[in-house]
């Protein structure tokens, strides 16, 4: 099982020629999975971006359409005691990462999901566990 990340899924949305290739070149006997975390930042970013409300709402579409597909982790208590162990063990360590990406790595690893697809190498790759996939 593979997490896919913001970066990804922005890049997929937007024809990005590696974000395809990955899809494109993907094993599916293991499944695609996302956070409500980073369907939040997704759906945040189409909302900032300056186009008319016609081209938003249908990249609102593709993006509804992209989350239909895949299997979706909420955010529960045991994903945000995961997160809280991994921010204090950075933090002791002197290291600091987006708290998004400490409580994307939380729900993805307390579900069995131990691998991130993105380009967010410098915040991802600094959290024990999680094995970083990038495209």
């Not at 938003?56 to 909420?74: C, I, M, S, Y």
């Not at 987006?98 to 790759?125: P, Q």
Request: charged share 30%; proline share 1%.
């Amino acid at each position: 099982m593979k997490c896919l990340d913001t970066t990804y899924l922005i890049d997929f949305l937007s024809g990005d020629p590696d974000a395809i290739r990955f899809a494109s070149n993907y094993d599916m006997k293991s499944p695609l999975v996302t956070t409500e975390l980073n369907v939040f930042e997704v759906l945040v970013g189409i909302e900032m971006v300056q186009v008319g409300k016609r081209k938003r709402e249908q990249w609102k579409a593709k993006a509804e359409g992209l989350f239909n597909r895949l299997d979706v982790f909420t955010l529960e208590r045991k994903g945000s005691i995961k997160a809280a162990e991994i921010n204090g063990e950075l933090t002791r360590k002197g290291v600091t990462i987006d708290a998004m990406d400490t409580l994307v790595a939380g729900i993805s690893l307390s579900n069995a999901c131990n691998e991130v697809v993105t380009r967010n190498i410098k915040h991802f790759s600094k959290i024990k566990d999680m094995k970083v996939i990038e495209y």
